[in-house]
């Protein structure tokens, strides 16, 4: 088959590329540059697409495409003209021209909010994002809905993890790397991840499945961790304790302390999907990548 993957060379991207290569699907990584990295998979074509907010040329960059994996995107840093332009309108510019590919677009599961509650999120809760980045993937979502016969699949994952991972997760294995004290020992709460590479591994078995069109996905590691064992798990990987203090949780940010639970059971039953990696593996893998960089 025939696959276009925007985003190709994020780290996401990069992980589904190698993935769909392995599977021996035919993809055109969409990219922003060419990458070295991506030039080394078998069966991945590289084209060079530029800034999103500028790029107007879908019909031809998406021509031939049997599906297209959405990835690309502004992160949460954006200014929210930034968001609107590359998370909403570029996404729907791609929508439009995809024909009768099968488009999967990759959301987030925080446009269902900041807290799970009592409850697990899944595909059928109500959309309340609380933060523009999120906002964007909700509007994008809708936009890409109301595109006439588009045949959508929609992933929304939580925080995705893995080699090559960023921001926040890559300065909380950088803090336990050093020994840095933590303020989170008191915190009792359940938080779903996903590695990368089962995420990559769901994202081809939506692509792999027509049937999932029509269809949203919130696709995890599985079984649930709190914050605090999730530290001490990143400190066995890295060989180094977790140091966690005493702090009361309701003054840390919801990222941190609030529960942020999913129930994925919708994936496994209509895609077969199972995740290869347990989180624990996963975070095994990652802090191999970080002690290796």
Not at 87 to 107: C, K, L, Q, Y
Not at 123 to 129: D, G, H, I, K, N
Not at 137 to 162: C, D, F, H, S, W
Request: one cysteine or more.
């Amino acid at each position: 088959m025939i696959v276009a993957v925007t985003g190709a060379n994020g780290f996401i991207g990069r992980e589904v590329c190698r993935q769909l290569s392995a599977a021996g699907h035919v993809t055109r990584a969409l990219v922003r540059a060419p990458s070295a990295e991506l030039g080394t998979l078998a069966g991945v074509n590289q084209c060079a697409i530029g800034d999103l907010e500028r790029f107007a040329d879908w019909p031809d960059a998406l021509r031939g495409a049997e599906a297209i994996v959405h990835l690309a995107g502004h992160a949460r840093s954006r200014a929210a003209a930034s968001l609107l332009e590359v998370n909403v309108n570029a996404s729907v510019r791609a929508g439009r021209a995809a024909g009768d590919a099968h488009f999967i677009f990759i959301s987030t599961a925080k446009v269902h909010g900041e807290v799970s509650g009592e409850r697990p999120f899944d595909e059928m809760s109500a959309l309340r994002p609380g933060e523009r980045y999120a906002a964007s993937k909700a509007k994008a979502e809708e936009a890409l809905r109301a595109i006439p016969r588009l045949r959508l699949t929609v992933l929304r994952p939580p925080l995705v993890y893995g080699p090559g991972v960023r921001a926040n997760f890559l300065a909380l294995l950088a803090a336990i790397a050093r020994g840095v004290p933590l303020p989170l020992a008191r915190i009792r709460n359940r938080r779903s991840l996903i590695y990368v590479g089962n995420l990559a591994q769901a994202v081809r078995h939506c692509v792999e499945r027509p049937q999932s069109a029509g269809r949203t996905y919130l696709p995890t590691d599985g079984a649930t961790t709190s914050t605090p064992e999730l530290c001490r798990t990143i400190g066995r990987a890295l060989g180094r304790r977790a140091r966690l203090f005493p702090f009361p949780p309701a003054l840390l940010p919801n990222a941190l302390a609030a529960s942020f639970e999913i129930d994925d059971a919708a994936a496994h039953r209509e895609l077969g999907w199972r995740p290869s990696l347990t989180t624990e593996d996963g975070l095994r893998a990652t802090a191999a990548w970080y002690r290796g960089r």
